[in-house]
């Protein structure tokens, strides 16, 4: 079930879990008895869905309206419904350009809005208390968007720049050669940022006239979802939506998609560094009876692993990635199979992956396959709406593409009843290779070869922190708002301890601590984990290194046993180290083909020296290559040291169940602490470097950094305060760089702190003719707060930004788990997240240019330019008149 697909390619999958002992083959639906939707209409049609949700501070809403890309009509392929979302917050009859941005970051709150092919919605979440102000803005825009002509242009600037960025981006530009290859009748085939020329010929007027139209009360659902009461929503809604106009609806018959005669090819060439390859077919709408068998066949075919197409494509070495997804609109969607993999494997990944196929259609699935199939629904169900604003979008989407807003709980109901006789059904009838769609996308100069056609408050929920007999250092947080838990184990390590000989160690470790343990094969940890529909997933970056499980309450025992297991017992079986230093390798090539990471690597390089933070935390493909199943298993014995850890369990729990499992699992006496390997400090530059290097696409991308602080600076609140000020939407970057001057489509800045200082970073991603320009407008605005105190209206908007911000972030168990688990390593406290507002609220204009003063040096920093190989400037590093190698 694919109900907010913008456009994009979805590679959607779940890692699983794992237990001690197989669970019941059949999973009751868990219960949503105390989160009840209230669902009521207004007299000029709004509809309005509402839901109370106690469990954070805060207040979710979702304008959902029932226009898309193919709804356009004559407008069809203008993209004008995309046009219209980036316009209805630039302004209205009573607040001009800019004044919205400001003003929900003044309230600490997040807008954002996306365009499908279906839907247009707009999310807006702020705390509680900013409530009716949110519901004033949304309703100003939704009912009184001005168009400002010369804003307009502006914005159309803007998405030729999307435009730009979408041919660069493979997966992009994939997706838009997969709806094009689908559809030859139906709107659907379009893209849904349009096509240039035609974007390029319309007007406000059509603009106006299509949200006239379009933007109709009784086409819109309200989704309102949080700590807010229904009173006060009823009241609000009708005082600031009642008086918007009933209109005319428009009369929108889309023609129907002729079922395809035979298979389709599309193969084309692209920039990238490996293959990928779908094979997709017609698939049914969102609200068609087959649609909960042909999801849980995409489970049971690619969707994590230990899935039919992972064990026979990527475990063998032939792919490096696989997946399988179901993508259901309002109208018939498609089948899809993606994957990654090199050139010269095209041909036989297709013949395997039909072989896969024809067997799921010679013999039913197995048990164990549907029943882990259907686990897997509810679990992935549960973790993706642990948000208000996750449960709004779901209610907003139910409505508007089913009509019905408890769409997704009667779809669980239905994936309860689906048989293995169902799911080979379906496979044999929609996976027939009469109707497939092959669609390849190749590295440039790669050779072609033949294609064969009671609910807790976060009051209520509070962390304690106890220590094991050992020393490990063990969160808990009791919150029974939904029935899962998740479990995290949180080690000092990563990047910070690694040399350019071993860079990737930590990486591959991670990696490796899923792939079996002295009592469980590979496979058998896989089958577990599919068996539970949960997740578990490993994770390594700059400064630590981790696994995380994510499971139903039931089976929290048989998960700490396992994750245990994971941790402490990993066999780093040779052929699994082959296989995973293959597939990160693999990863490494293909993460130059975004053009951020590619920018950011050199950026690193340039600014960290011999400092670690100089490499990428995935390595290198050199040194990935160099390293063994021995330093491996060495790195890994030296995580285990106890004052390096920290465990969280957090979710539906008791305490008093958890604790004695706690020290059976993690309690056990561990081996003498390694001595930690010493690392060289973060050197302050001395002068101010330009680097330039060359990549093979249309877009630049333009970095300035500056070395920044570490966690324990007492004046991080104030550093992230100024980082607030400079980024953003409403920011300075985004107002200078985007809005008044036009000179880039994303511009933003970020500041990374770690056990050492980190980085701050400024950027852009423009014309390479506008490059230099934006690069010296990046530098002005920083030695702006320098020079000048930040006024204390945009201090304050700025503040609640942050705070808003944090409050958004950590509304999961997930997220709050790695965030105090991170702390709690880095000697500032897992307690920091609550006493940061405050210490936020405290950050002064005084203190803001201070920090200023201290980092935003022009004279100490690097300026990064990365421009597309056709540029006449080589490749170069300029630090006063020395020049060399910028790669």
């Not at 993209?79 to 630039?90: I, N, Q, R």
């Not at 033949?450 to 250092?473: D, F, H, W, Y």
């Not at 079996?516 to 949960?534: D, K, P």
């Not at 990993?570 to 052929?575: E, G, H, K, V, Y």
């Amino acid at each position: 079930m694919r109900l907010a697909a913008a456009g994009g390619l979805i590679l959607l999958g779940l890692a699983g879990c794992a237990t001690m002992t197989q669970p019941d083959a059949t999973t009751p639906t868990p219960s949503f008895s105390t989160l009840a939707v209230r669902r009521w209409e207004l007299p000029n049609g709004l509809t309005i869905l509402f839901r109370q949700d106690r469990g954070a501070p805060l207040v979710a809403l979702e304008a959902a309206v029932k226009t898309g890309s193919a709804t356009e009509g004559a407008l069809l392929g203008t993209g004008v419904s995309h046009v219209v979302e980036h316009m209805l917050f630039k302004g209205t009859a009573t607040r001009p350009v800019g004044a919205i941005e400001r003003e929900i970051k003044s309230y600490g709150g997040q807008i954002n809005g996306h365009t499908t092919h279906d839907t247009t919605g707009y999310t807006l979440t702020v705390h509680r208390d900013h409530f009716t102000d949110a519901l004033t803005l949304l309703a100003d825009a939704l009912q009184h968007p001005s168009f400002d002509a010369e804003e307009l242009t502006r914005e159309l600037e803007v998405v030729f720049r999307e435009l730009k960025l979408r041919r660069d981006d493979p997966d992009q530009y994939l997706a838009d050669l997969i709806w094009a290859a689908r559809y030859r009748e139906h709107p659907y085939r379009h893209p849904i940022v349009g096509y240039e020329p035609l974007l390029k010929a319309l007007t406000r007027r059509q603009v106006v006239d299509y949200y006239r139209t379009q933007y109709l009360p009784s086409r819109t659902v309200l989704a309102i979802v949080g700590d807010v009461e229904e009173s006060v929503v009823r009241e609000a809604v009708t005082r600031e939506m009642g008086g918007w106009p009933r209109g005319l609806e428009p009369s929108l018959v889309a023609p129907m998609e002729p079922p395809p005669t035979a298979p389709r090819l599309v193969e084309e060439t692209a920039a990238v560094a490996v293959a990928q390859l779908v094979l997709a077919f017609p698939s049914v709408a969102v609200t068609h009876p087959d649609l909960v068998a042909l999801d849980t066949l995409a489970r049971v075919l690619g969707e994590g692993r230990g899935s039919r197409l992972d064990l026979a494509l990527r475990e063998p070495g032939l792919v490096h990635d696989v997946a399988s997804w179901n993508y259901t609109p309002r109208d018939p969607g498609l089948f899809a199979i993606s994957a990654h993999l090199d050139p010269d494997k095209i041909s036989e990944v297709q013949q395997r992956t039909q072989e896969v196929l024809a067997a799921l259609q010679r013999q039913p699935v197995t048990p164990a396959e549907l029943a882990a199939a259907k686990r897997a629904v509810i679990a992935q169900y549960l973790f993706g709406r642990q948000t208000v604003g996750a449960q709004a979008a779901d209610l907003a989407s139910n409505e508007t593409l089913t009509g019905d807003p408890a769409f997704s709980r009667h779809y669980m109901d239905a994936v309860q009843g689906v048989t293995a006789e169902h799911v080979q059904r379906v496979a044999r009838q929609y996976l027939a290779p009469g109707s497939a769609i092959h669609v390849i996308l190749r590295p440039k100069g790669a050779g072609t070869a033949p294609v064969e056609a009671p609910a807790a408050s976060a009051e209520t929920a509070p962390i304690e922190l106890i220590t094991l007999s050992n020393g490990v250092r063990v969160l808990l947080r009791e919150d029974p708002r939904h029935p899962i838990v998740t479990l995290r184990v949180t080690a000092f390590g990563g990047l910070l301890y690694e040399t350019p000989a071993t860079n990737g160690v930590s990486m591959l470790t991670a990696r490796m601590l899923l792939r079996g343990t002295s009592s469980r094969s590979a496979q058998e940890v896989t089958e577990f984990v599919r068996s539970l529909g949960g997740e578990l997933a490993s994770m390594s970056g700059r400064n630590s290194v981790g696994v995380s499980m994510a499971l139903l309450k039931d089976d929290l025992e048989a998960g700490l046993a396992l994750l245990s297991d994971v941790w402490f017992h990993p066999a780093f079986p040779a052929d699994e180290f082959l296989k995973e230093q293959r597939l990160l390798q693999a990863e490494i090539r293909q993460q130059d083909d975004d053009l951020f990471h590619w920018g950011t690597r050199r950026l690193s390089h340039a600014l960290f020296g011999d400092h670690p933070y100089a490499m990428p935390a995935e390595g290198t493909q050199d040194s990935v290559a160099m390293l063994t199943v021995a330093e491996v298993a060495a790195y890994h014995r030296w995580l285990l040291v106890p004052r390096r850890l920290v465990v969280s369990v957090f979710g539906d729990i008791r305490k008093a169940d958890v604790l004695p499992a706690m020290e059976r699992t993690f309690g056990r006496s561990l081996p003498a602490a390694p001595a930690t390997p010493t690392r060289p400090s973060v050197q302050p530059l001395t002068a101010c470097r330009r680097v330039e290097g060359a990549w093979p696409r249309a877009e630049a991308i333009v970095l300035v950094g500056f070395v920044g602080m570490a966690v324990t600076d007492p004046d991080l609140p104030a550093l992230d305060v100024l980082d607030s000020v400079l980024g953003g939407s409403g920011g300075r970057l985004f107002t200078e760089v985007r809005e008044r001057k036009g000179l880039a489509y994303t511009v933003g800045s970020s500041a990374a702190a770690g056990p050492d200082p980190g980085s701050i970073l400024l950027y852009a991603v423009t014309d390479p003719a506008q490059a230099d320009a934006v690069a010296a407008t990046l530098l002005q605005e920083a030695q702006r707060l320098r020079t000048s105190a930040v006024g204390a209206e945009e201090l304050k908007t700025a503040q609640e930004a942050v705070v808003g911000a944090q409050s958004i972030r950590l509304q999961t168990n997930g997220a709050l788990s790695l965030a105090t688990g991170l702390d709690e390593l880095f000697q500032v406290g897992w307690q920091r997240y609550r006493d940061y507002p405050a210490k936020v609220r405290a950050v002064t204009p005084a203190d803001l240019r201070r920090v200023a003063e201290r980092y935003l040096t022009p004279d100490r920093c690097v300026v990064f330019i990365g421009r597309p190989s056709a540029s006449p400037r080589t490749t170069r590093e300029r630090a006063g008149v020395s020049t060399g190698d910028a790669s």
